[in-house]
């Protein structure tokens, strides 16, 4: 898997960093709130095992699974809902969980679904974003982790084809394994 690898963005000590100074600004901002974590499956998995647990304020979590990109990597621009979310969101601060923000077609969806299911507030927390690709422009995130270049990275949950998740550190692969 290793060998796969032509460079690597983000190690694993540098995405601790990232992970705990978002966990500690996460947790001054929901001092008293009803913090409600959204992971957006499957990608954000990892980010959101180890997010929720650099959190120190009292939170739940819950999933939910789209599904946006085809076997490839390129946005279809269809977002289709696989696995929708177990917790009434009334009276709840949503903070949806994203591996990474790209197109940000995915992410303007899913706040508009929750958005009408009466949430006290809704934010977004990405990994890593890629604001070169953006195609909905006024889509933000409250809370963002790294930059990434025009680039496709797998790793720390984000895959290639449902490979590479599970790599510790974002990487690019080389360019005959995206060929293949
Ligand atoms: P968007 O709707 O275009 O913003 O796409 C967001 C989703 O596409 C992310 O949650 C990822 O699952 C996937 N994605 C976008 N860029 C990458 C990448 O560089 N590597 C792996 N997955 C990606
Ligand atoms: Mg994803």
Do not use: H, W
Request: with cysteine.
């Amino acid at each position: 898997m290793i060998n796969s690898i032509k460079k690597t963005y983000y190690s694993e000590e540098q995405l601790a960093d990232i992970v705990s100074s978002l966990g500690k600004q996460i947790s001054e901002d929901y001092k008293g709130k009803n913090l409600l974590l959204v992971s957006v499956l499957k990608g954000s998995v990892i980010f959101m095992a180890d997010l929720m647990r650099a959190i120190t304020v009292p939170c739940e979590i819950d999933f939910m699974c789209v599904s946006s990109y085809q076997n490839g990597t390129k946005s279809s621009g269809v977002v289709k809902i696989i696995k929708d979310l177990d917790i009434n969101l009334e009276g709840k601060d949503v903070l949806i969980v994203e591996d990474i923000l790209d197109s940000g077609r995915t992410l303007s969806y899913l706040k508009t679904i929750i958005e009408g299911r009466n949430p006290n507030s809704i934010k977004i927390c990405t990994l890593l974003d890629k604001p070169e690709r953006r195609v909905v422009p006024d889509l933000v995130a409250d809370y963002s982790g790294a930059e990434v270049p025009d680039e496709f990275v797998v790793g720390y949950g984000l895959d290639y084809d449902e490979k590479y998740r599970n790599l510790p550190y974002i990487g690019v692969l080389k360019e005959e394994i995206y060929s293949e």
